[in-house]
């Protein structure tokens, strides 16, 4: 071989050498990088593994187990999209490789692509049967897409294979569950508590369902326990309080939500279920400061600005009330009790106007509510358009026919209008709704006297004073009537008995001034008609003839 020749082979065969040494050495450090990426990546260093897998990718762009790894690793940092890439590297490069299908799943279903995992899920299924956990896997996105059947043939399938699975004991509980079948997410349930008494899942899961089957007491039981196993568990504190509110158990649901705070002091939920016991049992300085402390965690929680003005409403507070009632709105504007209840505080002000138009908005969102045509009727009373009044009444009994309230406020209006029959009858349907409710019996002893009713009112008033209606307005009524009726000892009865209750009505001294005569008292007569007089002024011309008609037949004092 020519020397020339024999140096540039050699020559050749160095630089072949040199870069065979370089490329080992790039895949020797792709691998190390690779090995301490996998270590960081099970010791839960999830941003050093990413680094140094990435490190080993950009020295070895075909080193497939680092693209698996760093998409465990993306998906853990919540990167799916970026994670799913690299899986489906992984799968391009080595099309059998059952557990990138798996990982990309689980990253597909970060992204709520339930299909694209159940695919994933599928495909890793058939490159390796054995890996029953697989069948878990997809049931949970068959259940999260909705497809309850699927999933329970899943976690069925894994049980066979493995009876002793556990995990999918759990979660066939919930998925049947879902489907309706108490029994058997019970028995689930239970089967997980068989397999590892201190799962606690199982003892909240079993509670959940005898919670929902109506037995309250095992319920409580299994959240205890739940309790008992892990004293720092939220979700059992917060099971256990609604059990108890189920049970009506205040006090301890009340206890179990303070838990629950102590736990988590920002749990929005707590304040919210707290505050409405605390505003139930009337309690309504700690019902205020919870549903406050509930809009520091949620300024956008119409239903606590709401209940909030409930309580401020409660404590007489119409002002405070009518400021939540509008937060309440301003963050919802469909919320039609806000609205109503605004419009009864409004009321409550004399606000006429703002009230009718709130009580009108109520009934715009939800024409079916009667309580806001009560409220419109109440306020249109009050301006005294009793022909709108008397419509709203009659539209809020046509929506509840057993509102007693709604007939009395239809027949007050009605009497203002002059509708006498249509006022009976409608006092009539509330004192049979309301059969001990004795002003009721006076307002239609009224309208039965403004009717010359004299036997139905006297009737009436009798009824309102056996239910305890004493005032002396009802004994002036029936007086009168009593006098109608020429019952003269009768009207002097009743005319006697009002002016106990009020020595200064002068209708009363009137009346039975009157009535006296009739009966030929005519000193007792003189007196009434001078004491009502002296009583009301405006009398005085009325009385003015016949005091000097008695005093002309009295005997003069000696």
Partial sequence: MPYRRFHLTMFA??????FASAVNAEQQDAEGYYAIGSVELMEGQIDQAVDDLNKALALNPRHIEAYYKRGLALTQQGKAQEAVEDFTKAIAMSPTMAKAYIGRAFARERLGDEAGAIEDHTKALELDPSRREVLRFRAYSRSQQGDLNGALADYTRALEADPFDIEAYARRATARAKSGDLAGAQADASKVIELDPTRIDGYLTRGTIASQQGDRTKALDDFTKAIELDPANVQAYQNRAAAREQQLDAPGAIEDYTKWLELDPKAELAYQRRAALYLAQDNLDAAIADFTRQLEANPHAAQAYHQRGLARWRQHDASG???????????????????????VAYAEQGQLEPAIADASKAIELDPQRAEAYMVRGVARARQEAFED??????????????????YAACGNARMKLGQLPSAAADYTQAIAHAPDDGSLYVQRGTVRQLQQNWAGAIEDYDAAVAHHVEDAGVYLNRGTAHAQRKAW?????????????????AQAYYNRGIARGQRHDERGALEDFQQAAECDPALQAAVAPMVQEISKRLPKKK
Avoid at 334 to 340: G, I, M, R, S
Avoid at 492 to 500: F, G, P, R, S, W
């Fill in 389 to 406: 009044a008397a419509a709203d009444f009659s539209k809020a009994i046509e929506l509840d026919p057993e509102d007693g309230a709604a």
């Fill in 13 to 18: 065969l160095l630089a072949l050498h040199l």
């Fill in 321 to 343: 009330a009518i400021v939540d009632f509008t937060a309440a709105i301003e963050q919802d504007a469909t919320l039609a009790q806000a609205y109503h209840d605004r419009s």
């Fill in 489 to 505: 000892d009768a009207a002097i009865a009743d005319d006697t008995k009002a002016l106990e209750r009020d020595p200064r009505l």
